[in-house]
């Protein structure tokens, strides 16, 4: 079965620190892969997507950015962290060409606080 | 005009009372809609999915569909402790698109 894992579940980092978030898919080959981000009482942010090694689409500009340097792995990162980057990170997956149909699954999330 | 709107609540009822929630949705396009739960510091985990219009049944969650009108449901019959959570609401185009949440607490 297909399992995703996110770590670290919690973080407290400096302002002007850097950042690196990874997430990995096991037991599908080819996934689609997202990186959402969840501010309290706003819903999810798509914050990047990847439809292949190398491939990164961004949603919006941000002090972020993301790469997917194997087929399962996706990681986020940031050369200097801002106040308004704390939040709860989620990393999600979908089957390629079967997203519209099945939903994205989610990682278990990162809690970043930014101090 | 969001895609996606979903009153956030916060919704609090009493053990065994029915949850109603609900999205609206402007993008014609949209064929698949789909419900996830959050728990605190969890992801969302899907609940339940649905295409067509009508209503679809699991257990004590019904999904409910109204293409027509760009209406979404979700009731959770007998409500259960264990029911509070955020409810998400989502529905496909190229992507998947996603309502703000709203929390529900269930008293025992």
């Known amino acids: 079965s297909q399992t995703i894992h996110q770590w670290p579940a919690t973080l407290v980092q400096p302002v002007g620190s850097p950042l690196s978030l990874e997430c990995t898919v096991e037991?599908?080959?080819?996934?689609?892969l997202y990186w959402y981000r969840q501010a309290a009482g706003r819903g999810l942010q798509l914050l990047f997507y990847s439809v292949g090694i190398g491939q990164i689409s961004s949603e919006v500009p941000q002090n972020l950015s993301a790469s997917r340097p194997q087929d399962r792995q996706f990681i986020l990162s940031s050369k200097k962290l801002l106040l308004s980057d704390s939040g709860f990170y989620l990393c999600a997956w979908s089957p390629l060409r079967e997203t519209t149909t099945y939903g994205y699954t989610f990682g278990s999330g990162t809690r970043l606080t930014v101090v | 005009q969001k895609e996606v709107e979903q009153d956030p609540g916060p919704l609090s009822v009493p053990e065994g009372a029915i949850v109603s929630l609900n999205c609206t949705y402007s993008?014609?396009?949209?064929?698949?809609f789909m419900w996830y739960r959050q728990y605190s510091r969890k992801g969302p985990e899907l609940l339940m999915y649905t295409y067509s219009s009508g209503n679809k049944e699991d257990g004590r969650f019904t999904a409910q569909v109204d293409k027509s009108s760009k209406y979404i449901s979700l009731f959770i019959r007998d409500s259960q402790p264990s029911d509070s959570a955020t409810y998400l609401c989502?529905?496909?185009?190229?992507?998947?698109?996603f309502g703000a949440g709203t929390t529900v607490t269930v008293r025992a």
């Open positions: 037991g599908t080959s080819n996934p689609n």
């Open positions: 993008n014609s396009a949209f064929q698949y």
């Open positions: 989502a529905m496909t185009g190229y992507k998947l698109s």
